[in-house]
């Protein structure tokens, strides 16, 4: 059972280009959060999402960032108009059900994003 | 959810035992503890979590004191291979939002 696939691995964008992340979840996994990691910072959480519905957007910047997990496909984080700041490692995680006290996350090894 | 206090770093020999502190003095009935980890350049994974009893599993053990308000996570024979950042984080059964809230973590090293 494969895990949490993210790619690209590393991803190289100019200043005002658009970046496209993708996370594939764990077989059976309808559930999906994004969590973007500054260098020397901690984890923060961006975006809840199951399929086809956002849940919880709490942690997303107003602009310029947007999420989807279609009925088919990957979840998806785009970011467009990258500037430099955006340079972080994003993770996605999944879980096979509803997160609560005794659930579990499962994370991708992460995309790399910087931003020239 | 309710916020937890850890050390930013701890050291370790190769072989020996690793008792990671972690205190939640304002925890509430409803919160599980929960403990991940991450290794360098990867995405955090799951080692243990409990409520009420300790709990042991094939990755370390989870010592949760009688009023709840700490716990720690124990390592019986660190490996280099454990040296990561350690994230102890409260989960309320209740929680209706899914997402885990990290805090800054313990940075382990563990020395050969």
């Known amino acids: 059972n494969a895990g949490v696939m993210q790619n690209p691995r590393h991803l190289v964008r100019r200043r005002g280009q658009e970046a496209r992340l993708r996370c594939s979840p764990m077989?059976?996994?309808?559930?999906v959060y994004w969590y973007r990691q500054l260098p020397e910072e901690g984890l923060k959480f961006m975006v809840y999402l199951q399929k086809e519905n956002i849940i919880d957007e709490s942690g997303m910047p107003k602009e310029r960032f947007s999420a989807e997990f279609p009925k088919e496909g990957p979840s998806i984080l785009r970011i467009q108009q990258v500037v430099r700041g955006d340079s972080a490692a994003y993770f996605c995680?999944?879980?096979?059900?509803?997160?609560?006290?005794?659930?579990?996350?499962?994370f991708g090894s992460g995309t790399q994003l910087s931003v020239l | 959810d309710a916020k937890t206090t850890q050390p930013n770093s701890m050291e370790s020999n190769e072989e020996e035992p690793v008792h990671l502190p972690c205190n939640h003095s304002?925890?509430?009935?409803?919160?599980?503890i929960h403990w991940y980890r991450q290794l360098p350049s990867q995405g955090p994974e799951y080692v243990i979590h409990?409520?009420?009893s300790n709990v042991n599993n094939r990755m370390a053990s989870l010592a949760i004191a009688e009023d709840r308000k700490s716990s720690t996570l124990i390592l019986h024979r660190a490996t280099l291979r454990d040296a990561a950042v350690y994230y102890c984080i409260l989960r309320d059964v209740n929680n209706q939002g899914g997402k885990l809230i990290f805090g800054q973590g313990t940075e382990l090293s563990v020395k050969p």
């Open positions: 995680a999944s879980s096979p059900t509803r997160a609560d006290g005794f659930g579990k996350l499962f």
């Open positions: 077989k059976g996994h309808s559930h």
């Open positions: 304002t925890i509430s009935g409803t919160d599980y």
């Open positions: 409990g409520l009420t």
